[in-house]
T-cell receptor, first 115, second 114 residues
Framework: NAGVMQNPRHLVRRRGQEARLRCSPM?????VYWYRQLPEEGLKFMVY????????ESGMPKERFSAEFPKEGPSILRIQQVVRGDSAAYFC?????????????FGPGTRLTVT | AQSVTQPDIHITVSEGASLELRCNYS??????LFWYVQSPGQGLQLLLK??????LVQGIKGFEAEFKRSQSSFNLRKPSVHWSDAAEYFC????????????FGQGTELSVKP
């Protein structure tokens, strides 16, 4: 059973460009979480999605950031007009939504560098 | 506000020595508690979790953790550290009314001396 997959693993963008990060959850999982890890910091929750729905986006910056999890295909975290402060590792986690609480499995992350 | 504190940013232990990593949380109710390990450039792997019941929980790779409600702590322990345990360790908390969202501590980097 394949784990959570994220691509690309590394992404370099110039300031002002768009970054698009993809996450394919584990087979059978319909819940996806995005976290951001800034250098020398722990992970910070960004957004929680189920298929076609945003459940909790309390950790998302108000501008430039958006996320989706369509009925078909991976979840996408999109960052428009990137700035240097967006440089970080972005981790996706998935869960089945069963049980209490939802046990999350993490992907390897996408390391975004903004030049 | 909910928070998780890992007081030790960096710990060095000798191979074969015992290990304890500290984790304290601030929460309105007993949360669900997790320890994750992250090797350099990798994602997070779940070591163990506490939901309820026995306050001493066993995890993978010989790790265990003890939940102490009175101290709001969930410290991670291992009796004998191996060089391969060198990594960053994160404590995290969740709660059923948070929809599975996890709050992470800042992490403790573990170095192992030969």
């Amino acid at each position: 059973n394949a784990g959570v997959m994220q691509n690309p693993r590394h992404l370099v963008r110039r300031r002002g460009q768009e970054a698009r990060l993809r996450c394919s959850p584990m087979k059978g999982h319909s819940h996806v979480y995005w976290y951001r890890q800034l250098p020398e910091e722990g992970l910070k929750f960004m957004v929680y999605l189920q298929k076609e729905n945003i459940i909790d986006e309390s950790g998302m910056p108000k501008e430039r950031f958006s996320a989706e999890f369509p009925k078909e295909g991976p979840s996408i975290l999109r960052i428009q007009q990137v700035v240097r402060g967006d440089s970080a590792a972005y981790f996706c986690a998935s869960s089945s939504g069963q049980g209490i609480p939802y046990e999350q499995y993490f992907g390897p992350g996408t390391r975004l560098t903004v030049t | 506000a909910q928070s998780v504190t890992q007081p030790d940013i960096h710990i060095t232990v000798s191979e074969g020595a015992s290990l304890e990593l500290r984790c304290n949380y601030s929460y309105g109710a007993t949360p669900y508690l997790f320890w994750y390990v992250q090797s350099p450039g990798q994602g997070l792997q779940l070591l163990l979790k506490y939901f309820s019941g026995d306050t001493l929980v066993q995890g993978i790779k010989g790790f265990e953790a003890e939940f102490k409600r009175s101290q709001s702590s969930f410290n991670l322990r291992k009796p004998s550290v191996h060089w391969s345990d060198a990594a960053e360790y994160f404590c995290a908390v969740g709660h059923y009314n948070q929809g599975g969202k996890l709050i992470f501590g800042q992490g403790t980097e573990l170095s192992v001396k030969p």
